[in-house]
């Protein structure tokens, strides 16, 4: 392990353009459950199926207590952790320039990365089904499920749901930039949600070192990753940056 943190420390040292692709993983230690793996929720509801806009569209007061409800009260409460930290440190050394996430928590701004793709969307807003105003999340009342615009209209998360479209300029960003990069990290993503997990491909077929930060192996690592880090996000960024400050 201390090799691979050396090897990561050299790898960012001697790179002009860092990114990370980031996934439910890394605020596992904010609190916030992933959806595969163990955690509560997960073990009882098929998040494929829940998280579907299918499942919304058929029956939104249900998504809302199962799954949107449930979300707001972990995520209006949740901070950064030292994964998040770290990535903003990095950015602060001038390493890291764009972080892609698949998150939809809001904690790499509050940790205070600046170039944020948010490739699922954003929980911090809901949207109006009618007239697409938005309410910030925090704000919104949830006495009455499903909670509605003052136009009468449903609320939903201001996010992806499985099943619908990437926000194409955020698609188009994250390719661009993972094809332009030196080194990406890859950080408690499984992996696995398409077309999420297609940006180390891009970044590795252009030439980039893909570095993995993740407790368990993903699709990725044989095939696309040069080297996984075994570990939490927290635990493992520490020890990065910690070694970085020292070379650099
Ligand atoms: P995932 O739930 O499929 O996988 C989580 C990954 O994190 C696993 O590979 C697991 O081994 C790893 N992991 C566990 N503990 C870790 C730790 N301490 N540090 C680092 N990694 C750790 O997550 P995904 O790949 O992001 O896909 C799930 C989808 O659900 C995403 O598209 C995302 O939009 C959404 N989602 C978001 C949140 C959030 O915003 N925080 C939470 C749940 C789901
Ligand atoms: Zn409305």
């Known amino acids: 392990m201390d090799d691979l943190i050396k090897q990561a420390a050299d790898d960012l040292a001697a790179a002009g353009k860092v990114t990370a692709l980031t996934g439910a993983g890394i605020s596992i230690e904010s609190g916030i459950p992933p959806f595969r793996g163990k955690g509560g929720l997960w073990e009882r509801f098929d998040p494929m199926e829940i998280a579907h806009i299918d499942a919304f569209m058929r029956d939104p007061a249900r998504v809302w207590n199962i799954l949107v409800k449930e979300m707001k009260k972990i995520v209006d409460i949740a901070v950064p952790n030292d994964g998040h930290k770290g990535l903003a440190k990095l950015e602060e050394m001038g390493k890291l320039k764009t972080v892609i996430t698949q998150n939809i928590d809001g904690l790499h ?140």
């Open 109 to 248: 701004q509050a940790a205070g990365n600046t170039d944020v793709i948010e490739f699922h969307g954003t929980f911090a807003w809901q949207r109006c089904m009618d007239c697409s105003r938005k309410y910030e999340t925090r704000q919104v009342d949830i006495s009455v499920i499903p909670p509605r615009c003052s136009c009468g209209g449903i609320l939903r998360p201001d996010a992806v749901f499985f099943g619908e479209m990437i926000p194409p300029d955020a698609l188009r960003r994250s390719r661009q930039i993972a094809s332009d990069c030196d080194v990406m990290l890859v950080v408690g993503t499984s992996a696995v949600v398409q077309p999420a997990a297609l940006m180390p491909v891009i970044a590795k077929e252009s030439g980039a070192k893909v570095v993995e930060i993740n407790p368990e192996r993903t699709p990725l690592t044989d095939e696309i990753s040069d080297y996984l880090i075994p570990g939490g996000a927290g635990d493992v960024m520490n020890r990065i940056v910690a070694e970085l400050e020292q070379i650099s």
